[in-house]
């Protein structure tokens, strides 16, 4: 199986998996606020903001992992790939315990540190023991999935990975009707995610029979890695940080209820993150390996085409939900939230600059990425410090304000230095072919059903409105983007990929 087929399937299921994970997130937020309360349901979303952010102790191994296993196996250097398998699992495993140590730690102080008592710090040391235990298992396995990538099944894993999403649904349905614990809930949710090790580690025996589960640390592995490993990590410490330590300085500056309300905000957001931000793992694998190759061409397909199809797909999400915002919130949570549509339609729109996705795994497929570094950090200090300025005053809308300027500072960066001098890509031919075309389109179709033919179809139905604005919102953008933005080489290869997969 070729690359490109290989990318249309790791999208194809990456954005099966994401619909999947857009269902639970949507049915999930507001059951739960309503069995657990809204304070409670806060402290999912605190232990789980903490947690993510441990992440950061990858150290760049996992975009370093999958950039090396596809360099060495294209170059079919199989000994290094096992080398670096069992040096990685020996990484991971005392990441693990560190990660478990830390946990266990906070969970020491999780009174004064987010100003609780009572039952409700009782509830969240347990929600970090549970967490201590899940994150030393998923650590260790982590390298699995980066192997299995390398070997551009990127569909495979996503489509592997909906059973835990699929029994996390059912585990919502259980929760509420055996009336279980907020701990409970969140164990056997943690643990689901444990399912697909048995397929991961029958996939690896499959393609890879020559790497060893036995975790052994080769030294020159290491310092080969290590350079660029450190290079992904001080980009990643930054990014990482923009992106969760923002609920977590609401806990810390705002309350616990603006935690929740950050957690049904990001409930819709991350549908549309997801859809950009996934697509780096999908073409990450044969952006490596077009690199290592040093095929100039394809990469200039990743660069232009890449980003046009990401962005129709990020505008499509973003615009879609921007025309039915209040409607959505309504039926989401209730008339007590739509407060919050103003909030909504903003952070929407900063999910635009994930249209950068297919260069980036470009990016990461290089090997010099210093000048990334340091505007991120430089981004990432002003954004969270005008998070932590604006949060006392603004609440949710702090994070939201923050994010923004922090992502705005970036595209900014990458248009006007970084493509253009050290990629050589044409920034211009970029947002003319790639971005600015879908972006109009998305506009005017979400002005068109949001204030426009809304008008004509409007009912007292909140669910008729809802659908009807959706329903419109589709036609109006798909009917434009096949008349403005599509070529004739565009629709030739969507219709090829339609009969090919239908």
Same mark, same amino acid.
């Given at each position: 199986? $070729?690359?490109?087929?290989? %990318? ?25 606020? /309503? ?64 990660? /478990?140590?830390?946990?266990? /730690? ?84 943690? =643990? ?74 990001? $409930? ?89 996705? /297919? ?29 932590? %300025? ?61 204030? $426009? ?39 030739? =290869? ?9």
């Amino acid at each position: 199986m $070729g690359s490109s087929n290989k %990318i249309a399937k790791g999208v194809f299921w990456t954005t099966l998996l994401n619909i999947v994970n857009g269902v639970y997130g949507f049915i999930s937020v507001p059951i739960l606020i /309503a069995y657990f309360g809204k304070a409670d349901y806060g402290l999912i979303g605190l232990a789980m903001s903490v947690n993510v952010y441990l992440r950061l102790m990858d150290l760049g191994f996992n975009s370093t992992n999958v950039r090396f296993f596809s360099n060495w196996l294209a170059k079919k250097e199989l000994d290094k790939v096992r080398k670096l398998f069992q040096t990685s699992l020996a990484f991971y495993g005392s990441v693990g315990l560190l990660n /478990a140590f830390i946990l266990v /730690a906070i969970s020491c102080f999780s009174g004064s540190l987010f100003h609780l008592e009572g039952e409700q710090d009782l509830i969240l040391k347990h929600l970090f023991y549970i967490l201590a235990i899940s994150a030393f298992i998923s650590w260790f396995t982590s390298c699995f999935d980066q192997l299995i990538k390398a070997h551009e099944y990127v569909g495979w894993t996503q489509k592997i990975t909906l059973l835990p999403k699929l029994c996390q649904i059912a585990i919502l349905g259980v929760t509420v009707w055996c009336h279980l614990s907020i701990e409970w809930y969140y164990a056997l949710t943690a =643990f689901s995610m444990f399912l697909v090790i048995p397929f991961a580690v029958h996939k690896i025996r499959l393609l890879a029979p020559y790497v060893s589960f036995l975790p052994v640390l080769d030294r020159p592995i290491f310092k080969t890695i290590l350079p660029y490993c450190l290079n992904i990590f001080s980009f990643s410490l930054f990014s990482f940080s923009i992106n969760y330590l923002r609920p977590v300085f609401l806990g810390m500056q705002g309350t616990i209820e603006s935690v929740a309300d950050y957690r049904i905000l990001n $409930g819709v957001i991350t549908i549309v993150l997801m859809l950009g931000g996934a697509f780096v793992g999908v073409i990450l694998p044969s952006a490596s390996k077009v690199v290592a190759l040093g095929d100039r061409e394809a990469q200039d397909r990743i660069a232009y085409d890449g980003t046009k199809y990401i962005t129709i797909t990020l505008c499509f999400c973003c615009f879609g939900m921007m025309s039915v915002s209040k409607e959505m919130l309504q039926l989401y949570v209730g008339s007590n939230y739509l407060h919050l549509s103003v909030w909504l339609d903003l952070w929407l729109l900063t999910t635009l600059t994930a249209h950068n996705q /297919a260069i980036s795994s470009l990016i990461l497929s290089g090997s010099d990425i210093r000048a990334i570094t340091y505007s991120t950090i430089t981004a990432s200090i002003i954004g969270l410090l005008v998070c932590w %300025i604006s949060i006392p005053y603004l609440e949710v809308g702090g994070t939201v304000i923050g994010y923004g300027i922090y992502g705005m500072m970036q595209i900014l960066f990458y248009y006007l230095y970084y493509w253009p001098r050290k990629m050589h890509i044409n920034s211009g031919r970029v947002f003319r072919y790639s971005f600015f075309p879908s972006v109009a389109v998305g506009i005017v179709a979400m002005l068109l059903a949001r204030f $426009g033919l809304k008008q004509i179809f409007w009912t007292g139905n909140d669910w008729v409105n809802f659908l009807m604005e959706g329903f419109v919102f589709t036609i109006l953008y798909i009917g434009m983007v096949y008349a403005f933005v599509l070529n004739t080489k565009d629709k030739g =290869f969507f219709f090829k990929l339609i009969r090919k997969h239908a």
